[in-house]
Structure formats: C-alpha cells, structure tokens
C-alpha cells in the first residue's frame, strides 16, 4: 500500500481529527476520505482494534470496505441510525465504556475510533452535545495510547461559525477540495491537512494530491512525492479563498470560511516563527 502525508498526521500521529468535505460531482468526499483512512488503519501495525462509530451510513458499505474476513475481526461496529437526541448521553457512555474496556485488553498497541459522522450528532442533539461528545471520547483515552479519534464532518451542513467552533476541538483538520479543473480525471481531489501539535500548540499544513478508487468512491494517493506540496502555515501565499474572521475566540481572532472552500485555517497558537524542523511532532515524516 502507498502511504500518505495525510495518512501520518491523522493516523501515525494521533490526536483527535476532524475530516470535512460534502457532496461533488456525486461524490460525498467527506466520506471518500474518511473511508481511505479507515482502510489504512486496517493495515497499520499500530492499532490493535479499530471501533467505528456509525450515525448516517448504510452498515453493508463497510462490508464492501473491508472483505477479507480475517480484518473483519480486528473491528467493532456500533450502529445508531435513527439515533433521537435523549439516547445521546447514553450512547456516549457506552461508546465510551467500549473504548476504555479496549484500551485494557490492547494495551500493547493503539485504538482507532472513527466516527460517521458528528454532523447526524450536531444535527439531531445540538452543537454544544456535538462538542460535547467530540471532547468526552477525546477524553476517554490515555494519551500516552497515541489513539486516533477520527470524526467526518459534512461541512456543508453547518455554517462558518459552527465549523469554527468545531475546529477549536480537534487536534488535525483535514479538507477535502475536490478538483474540477482539467486535471480532474487524474487528480480528483487535494486533501489539506493542518496538524496542531498538542505538546507545544504549533502548526503545520500538508497539501496533497489523491485520485478516487471508482468502484469504492474512496481516496488513493497519487504519488509518494508530494512532499514539494508541503506549506507551512507561516509561508503560505494568501489566495481568492483565503479565510474570513469568525469573531474573537478565547481572547484572539479565530480565521477560518466554510469549509467547502477553505483553503487556510489559522490557530491563536499559531506561532509565527515556526520552524517545523524544530518540532518533531510536526513533522510529518513522509
């Protein structure tokens, strides 16, 4: 398999991670990302169980994600179509619970816990019960386990401030742009992935290309050199989609813009004198 810059900040990495797209083309890029890094944690040697937590998709996709039985077993599904905003809390419990009890039993390797998705959440109990859950399964895991808590996010449900709020708990953010330009045959999508590191709060951006899998609607990386892609957040050139001010938050500017046509987001931590070479964390290792 071909490993990705994307793949390393929100998987190898760990932290809580926030995957955004919407519908294109007929394609929901949102989830055509979200499922690759599904995929990949099935072969990463790092986890030793994955539990996906599903709100709004249809169980028989993941069939068809994950056919070979024997990796079938190394995952737990718990489905709650339907979920009504009264049983959150205690769904949250349980999810909860099942991450503890598996950390215990794995305690010798990792645990990926991805989420589909925190929109239905967001829709159906509120924003403040979507952070909520965001921070309570955040939470459940030592982070010493170097866990990766995945949440897909249909950004085209929400408005800029709703995303902007969203963002301020997550650890990575990973936008998909799908591309329709004359390339779009070849390279259908660029997956912007900006990774803050929960030591020392600085930033980094990784911008790469991927092609879609379309059998699966599912991402795959096009090439292993898309390193001359990589941005920091410091020398990145303003574009037409640069972000917009939502309003002060915690004592500073918050930058962000729908997500559908972000290009740039800047965390208050941001430090301006970053040198991504200073902090191992933020390097991506590609």
């Not at 055509?32 to 937590?53: E, P």
């Not at 990766?148 to 708990?169: D, E, G, T, Y």
């Amino acid at each position: 398999k071909m490993s990705s810059g994307f793949e390393q900040a929100i998987i190898l990495k760990g932290g809580s991670s926030g995957i955004f797209g919407n519908w294109s083309q007929g394609v929901h890029w949102g989830y055509a990302a979200t499922d690759y890094l599904l995929i990949q944690s099935f072969f990463n040697l790092k986890f030793n169980r994955i539990l996906c937590v599903n709100f709004d998709r249809n169980p028989a996709i993941f069939s068809e994600l994950i056919e070979n039985p024997a990796l079938q077993e190394k995952i737990g599904f718990l489905h709650y179509l339907g979920m009504s905003s009264a049983q959150l809390d205690h769904i949250t419990s349980y999810i909860t619970l099942q991450i503890r009890n598996s950390v215990a039993t794995h305690d010798c390797g990792g645990i990926a816990v991805i989420v589909y998705s925190l929109s239905e959440v967001i829709l159906t109990a509120g924003l403040k019960s979507g952070l909520d859950f965001i921070d309570l399964l955040s939470n459940a895991i030592p982070k010493e386990n170097h866990t990766s808590i995945i949440f897909q996010i249909n950004s085209s449900l929400h408005s800029p401030a709703v995303i902007a709020r969203i963002q301020q708990h997550l650890d990575n953010i990973a936008i998909v742009l799908p591309n329709s330009g004359l390339l779009a045959a070849s390279v259908a999508a660029e997956v912007q992935t900006i990774r803050r590191s929960p030591g020392s709060g600085r930033v980094s951006e990784h911008l790469e290309m991927f092609a879609l899998d379309a059998g699966l609607s599912v991402l795959r990386p096009i090439t292993h050199t898309s390193l001359a892609n990589h941005r920091s957040v410091t020398d990145a050139a303003p574009s037409k989609q640069e972000a917009e001010v939502v309003g002060g938050v915690s004592g500073g500017e918050q930058k962000t813009l729908p997500v559908h046509n972000a290009r740039l987001i800047c965390f208050d931590s941001t430090d301006p004198e970053f040198d991504e070479d200073s902090d191992p964390d933020a390097d991506l290792d590609l």
